[in-house]
C-alpha cells in the first residue's frame, strides 16, 4: 500500500492538534516532537491535513525552503500556496503526463463536493456553486471526456437501494451500512472486522464509475478500454486508496487510474491559466455525466440516504414519495436516527457523520441496544462537502461558516436539477436497458459490486 | 478608561500548543486587501508573512510577539523614521523600511524579523533595483482589523489573550488591598500605637 498521508518531519511542531481529530488514533508521537502517521491504523480522512497550521516559512526554514518542499511534494512551480507538515500524497505528475500523451485518452469525472468547493480556492465565497463552470474547466484542461460520479452515485441507488429491498425480504444481514465513504470502510475492517457482512457490497460511486467507463463507456464510445485514462476529482484523500485496492480492477484493468483532490485540480486549473471564475457555464458530456438531484446530495451527510429512501419508496410501493426532501434525515448532528413509513413497513434508519461518533453506535448494534435496517456512514465532518482534499480553511473559526454554507449549496442544486430521483435518470435507465438488463443482476455482480477484508474475492 | 500603557498579546503558556494556527490568522488578517488574500489557503499566492512567531522549546511553545515597549529600542534606533508610535502601539512603515536590521538587533525579544514584502499579489521591488524587498515584520495589534488581534480569536486553545497590564496591575493592588484588610482587622496589634 503506498502512503496516502504523511507527516513532514522537519514542519511538524508537534502541536498534535491533529492527534485530538484523529478518529482511529493513528497520530503517535510526543509533545512538541514531530508527529508520525501509523499506516497500519491511518484511515486516510485526512482531516489532520485540514487542520494542520504548521508551514514552511521564511522566518522559520528561509528564503529557499518553500521551493525545495514543493519540489519535493511533486507540485507544479505555480502552487503558490502555503506547504503543511500534514499533507496528501499528490498525483498530479501522472495526469499530466496522461494528458499531454496523444494516444491517450483522458476521461475524468468528479465527485458531488467539488462543485461546491473548488471555486472558493479562486477567491470565491465560501460554498460557491459551480457545477458549470467545473465540466468547462475540465474541457479546458484537456480531458477528452467530462463525465460526472454523480451519473455513478444514481447507478449506487439503483444497486444499494434494491440490494437494502433484497436484505428486507429474505432475511439478509441488518442494518446494512452504507459502504461509499472509504475511511469508513478501512475503519470497520480494522476495527470490527465481524461486523463487515453488514456493509453493502455495492461499490461507491467512484468504483461504479470506473468499472462502467472502462466497459459500457468504452462501448458506447467505441473506444479501447486499454487507451483509456480515468481520473477521479474528489474531495477525499482516501479515494486514492480506495482506487488502489487490489480488487478494483473489475474492468479487466485499474477501473480509476488516479485520484486528484479538490485542491489538486485547483493546481492544475492554475498551472494551465484557467481562469476558472471568468468560464462559462456548460454541460458535463452524456451520457455518463447525466445526474439527478438524489446523485448530488452523496456529498452532504445523510445524502446517501435521502437519496435511497427516494427511490426505495416507490420501487417498494409502487407510488411517488409524498415529500422528496426527507428533512428527517438533514442535520448536523453526529448521529440521528428516523422512523420513515414505507408502504406497510417503518424502515428505521441512523445517520453518522464524523467517524469518532461511530464507535458507540456499532457497539450498541452489537449489544442490542439499537434495532436498525439501514445505517449510514460518513467519516468527515459533515460528510464530503468537509473532506480532507477540499479547499483547506486559513482560520478554524471559518469551518462551520464553510460546511454550511457547502451544505446549502448541495441542496439547492438539488432543488435546481430538473430530475431528484435516481430511478428517473433517463441515462441510467438506458444503462439498465442496454447493458446491466437489471439492478442486482449478472453484469451488476460482476462489475458493481465488491466484497471486503477476509472475503473470497478480497485480497486483504 | 483610558489606558497609559500600550496594549500587547499574552500567551497563556499551558494553554499554547504551538499549532501556529495564530501566524496563519495574523498573515490573512493583514493580507485580505493588500494581497487579495480570501478564506482558504488556495487563495494565498505570496509567501506568508506573519507578525509573530512561534517558538518551540523543549518544555514549553508560545508565540513570541512585540510588546509594544513604552521606550521602544526598535523605534529608538530606526534611522529611517519607519517605526512610529501610533496610538500606544509601536507600529512599522513598510515602505519606510530599508532592512538595515537595527531593530532586529535592538529588539530583545526577536519580535521582529525581515520578509518578503508584497503589495497587490507582487514582490514590491527595491527603489532603483530589480531585487524584491524586505520589510521589518512586527505585531502591530491587528491596528486596522475592528475586531481586534486575529491571532487571539483564532487560537483553538484560547491561549492568547490582550494584556492590559496597567489594568492587570489595578486588579493586583485592590485583591492585594483587600487581602491585607482583613489580615490587618484581625490583628490589633499590628496597628500603630497613637
Known sequence: MSVVIAIDQDLCTG?????????????????????????????????????????????????????????????????????????????????????????????????PAVRVGIAEDFGAPLGTLAAGKLAAGLRRLGFNKVFDVNYAADVTIMEEGSELIDRLKNNGTLPMFTSCCPAWVRYLELNYPELRHHLSTTKSPQQIQGALVKTYGAKTQKTDPKKIFSVSIMPCTCKQYESGRPEMVDSGQRDVDVVLTTRELGYLLKLKGVDFLSLPEEKFDLPMGDYTGAAEIFGVTGGVMEAALRTGYELVTGQPIPAVDIKAVRGPNGFRTADIQVGELTLKVGVVTGLKNVKPVLEDLKA????????????????????????????????????????????????????????????????????????????????????????????H | MANDFGLFVA??????????????????????????????????????????????????????????????????????????????????????????????????????????????????????????KVAASKCDLCLEDPDGPACVRACPNEALQVSDINEERKRKNIAAAEALAIINAGAPERRLLP
Request: one cysteine or more; charged letters at 25%; aromatic letters at 6%.
Open chain 1, 15 to 111: 502541536c498534535q492538534e491533529c492527534t485530538k481529530i484523529c478518529p482511529n488514533l493513528a497520530i503517535e508521537g510526543l509533545p512538541r516532537q514531530p508527529q508520525k502517521i501509523n499506516d497500519t491504523k491511518c484511515v486516510m480522512c485526512g482531516q489532520c491535513v485540514q487542520k494542520c497550521k504548521s508551514y514552511v516559512s521564511v522566518a522559520e526554514h528561509g528564503f529557499g525552503a518553500y521551493a525545495k518542499v514543493r519540489k519535493a511534494r511533486g507540485l507544479p512551480a505555480t502552487v503558490t500556496e502555503p506547504l503543511f507538515a500534514a499533507y496528501n500524497v499528490c498525483h498530479l505528475d501522472e495526469v499530466l503526463r496522461a494528458l499531454e500523451d496523444p494516444k491517450v485518452e483522458t476521461w475524468v469525472q468528479s465527485a
Open chain 2, 11 to 132: 500567551t497563556d503558556v499551558a494553554k499554547c500548543s504551538g499549532c501556529r494556527a495564530c501566524e496563519m490568522a495574523c498573515f490573512q488578517s493583514h493580507n485580505v486587501k493588500r494581497n487579495k488574500v480570501g478564506k482558504t489557503v488556495g487563495t494565498i499566492t505570496t509567501p506568508v508573512t506573519p507578525k509573530l512567531y512561534v517558538t518551540v522549546i523543549e518544555t514549553a511553545s508560545m508565540p513570541i510577539q512585540c510588546k509594544h515597549c513604552e521606550n521602544s529600542p526598535c523605534k529608538a534606533v530606526c534611522q529611517q523614521s519607519a517605526i512610529v508610535r501610533i496610538g500606544q502601539q509601536v507600529i512599522v512603515d513598510e515602505s519606510k523600511c530599508i532592512g538595515c536590521k537595527d531593530c532586529l538587533v535592538a529588539c530583545p525579544f526577536g519580535a521582529i524579523t525581515l520578509l518578503p514584502y508584497y503589495v497587490k499579489g507582487q514582490p514590491v521591488k527595491q527603489i532603483g533595483g530589480v531585487e524584491n
Open chain 1, 368 to 459: 442490542g441496544k439499537l434495532s436498525l435496517h439501514f445505517l449510514e456512514v460518513m467519516s468527515c465532518p459533515q460528510g464530503c462537502v468537509t473532506g480532507g482534499g477540499q479547499p483547506k480553511l486559513i482560520v478554524e473559526k471559518d469551518f462551520e461558516m464553510a460546511y454550511k454554507a457547502r451544505t446549502e449549496a448541495t441542496y439547492v442544486h438539488d432543488r435546481e436539477l430538473p430530475v431528484r430521483k435516481s430511478h428517473e435518470n433517463p441515462s441510467v435507465k438506458k444503462l439498465y436497458d442496454s447493458f446491466l438488463k437489471k439492478p442486482l443482476g449478472e453484469e451488476s455482480h460482476k462489475l458493481l459490486h465488491t466484497t471486503y477484508c477476509g472475503d473470497p474475492k478480497s485480497h
